[in-house]
């Protein structure tokens, strides 16, 4: 979609509620075609050793077109200044705070919500992360009006896409996020001309995409070679999967199924190193991982890896824990 040569809808007045890189291209596409009154965002953070507060992707863009930002740190106590903008529409993208009851009701249009799942599907925090994790072979984006619960609202649009077998999450994020600007600017007319269609979900069709929890990163040889393969890349470019190997960490960043079988072998033994990697026995075969993240170090190549410990005395035949 040519967001630039679309006509500008009448002027209401609209707050946008995001926070991440996601949001970007959805707030973006917003401020090309309407009035964006204000923008609301989590609060800047400490990041790094030097502990430097770094803005919001989202308020990067509201600093750039001069439109107002607003960062409470606790929306369902600080929601007043947002009434203040007395919005007619509600938009939320990825804003990473449940809002209070005070908020949904206000606005003329309503409050919306662009989820990056096909609902009731990946109801939850990590859509994304959670459709590769799980083998999913499509997913979409879903507009919906905002009700009290998890994202139990009712649907207005939904717009589903491939997951290739080599997305990451990092790459279907991208995907999704233009696809969710695509679909908000296609479906806000009928929002706003009482056209809008409410679909109730069904609830015993829901499943949950929840945040990423530390023990979601680490992988279990004893799992399929799919299923790992399925980790690794759900969980790039972040937070990374990870095993340790002789008491430190080493990230996974990309690996490949392969056909071999090691029957005999423990899972998580290293059985081989390969033009591309190096391989590990799983539970039904074998996986080559073929960049790695030595802890304290940068990302490289697995045989690179691989050949520095081969230096350093035995390798293959070792297991990964």
């Given amino acids: 979609m040519d967001i630039e040569n679309l006509d500008v809808r009448e002027p209401i007045h609209i707050v946008f509620m995001g926070t991440p890189e ?23 953070k400490k990041v790094g050793r ?10 990067l ?27 007619d529409l509600i938009i939320t993208c990825a804003y990473g705070q449940i809002l209070p009851r005070e908020l949904l009701v206000y606005p003329k249009y ?16 990590a859509p994304i992360h959670r459709a590769i994790m799980n083998g999913l072979d499509r997913t979409g984006v879903t507009i919906m ?9 009712d649907i207005i649009s939904q ?3 491939e997951i290739t077998n080599t997305d990451t999450t990092s790459t279907l994020h991208d995907k999704l996020s233009v696809l969710g600007r695509d679909l908000l600017l296609d479906t806000l ?14 609830a ?32 790039n470019d972040f937070p990374g999967a990870y095993c340790i190997f002789e008491g430190k960490r080493l990230k996974v960043w990309e690996c490949m199924e392969s056909e071999n079988a090691f029957p005999q072998l423990l899972d998580g033994t290293i059985t081989n190193v390969y033009d591309n990697g190096f391989g590990v026995k799983v539970g039904n075969g074998e996986v080559i991982f073929t960049i790695v993240q030595p802890e304290g170090k940068s990302k490289m190549d697995a045989k690179s890896y691989a050949n520095g410990m081969i230096s350093h005395g035995n390798f293959v035949g070792k297991v990964l824990g």
């Fill in 159 to 161: 717009r589903e896409i």
């Fill in 50 to 59: 030097k502990q430097e507060l770094r803005k919001t992707p989202v308020k």
């Fill in 204 to 235: 015993s069709l829901a499943t949950y995409g929840f945040n990423i929890q530390p023990e979601d990163e680490k992988i279990d040889f004893k799992k399929t070679t799919r299923q790992i393969y399925n980790q690794v890349r759900g969980l």
């Fill in 22 to 44: 996601f949001s970007v291209p959805v707030l973006e596409g917003l401020i090309a075609n309407y009035k964006v009154r204000g923008i609301v965002t989590q609060p800047d």
């Fill in 110 to 125: 309503g409050c919306i919500n662009v989820h990056a799942s096909l609902l009731p599907k990946l109801r939850g925090g």
């Fill in 189 to 202: 007319p009928s929002i706003l001309d009482g056209t809008a269609s409410r679909t109730p979900q069904d």
């Fill in 145 to 153: 009006y905002m009700s009290e619960g998890m994202d139990e609202g």
């Fill in 61 to 87: 863009v509201g600093e750039k077109h001069t439109i107002l930002v607003i960062q409470p740190k606790k929306i369902r106590e600080e929601y007043m200044d947002v009434l203040a903008l007395k919005p």
